[in-house]
């Protein structure tokens, strides 16, 4: 079982960067593959990055590539996003999602996953 807290969201101009981090509860923290989506009003919630339990493989959805990195810090049990050059479509809630794994893998869907956060709001003005 592992608990998640997503802090670092708030408004921020076209062009400018936020670093998102997610705290997990819990000892086995390093077992975990873990992603970041998001989820703008009215539509479904996305990928956009993934990272194994090592921090060794990440993936990213196109939409953010070049722009955003993932990374992990398995001694603070934390996962971050560092969001650059962020775009008014970049705006939405940023949920971070973590799945136990025995493998070297990283996740892309959702349903791969079993545990979230509550999410945080990221704004994007023009």
């Known amino acids: 079982q592992v608990h998640l807290v997503e802090s670092g969201g708030g408004l921020v101009q076209a062009g400018g960067s936020l670093r998102l981090s997610c705290a997990a509860s819990g000892r086995t923290f390093s077992s975990y593959a873990l992603g970041w989506f998001r989820q703008a009003p009215g539509k479904e919630r996305e990928f956009v990055a993934a990272?194994?339990?090592?921090?060794?493989?990440?993936y990213y959805a196109d939409s953010v590539k070049g722009r955003f990195t993932i990374s992990r810090d398995n001694a603070k049990n934390t996962v971050y996003l560092q969001m650059n050059s962020l775009k008014p479509e970049d705006t939405a809630v940023y949920y971070c999602?973590?799945?136990?794994?025995?493998?070297?893998?990283?996740?892309?869907?959702?349903?791969?996953?079993?545990?979230w956060g509550q999410g945080t709001q990221v704004t994007v003005s023009s």
């Open positions: 999602a973590a799945t136990i794994t025995g493998g070297n893998y990283y996740y892309i869907r959702t349903n791969e996953y079993n545990y």
């Open positions: 990272i194994n339990r090592s921090g060794g493989r990440t």
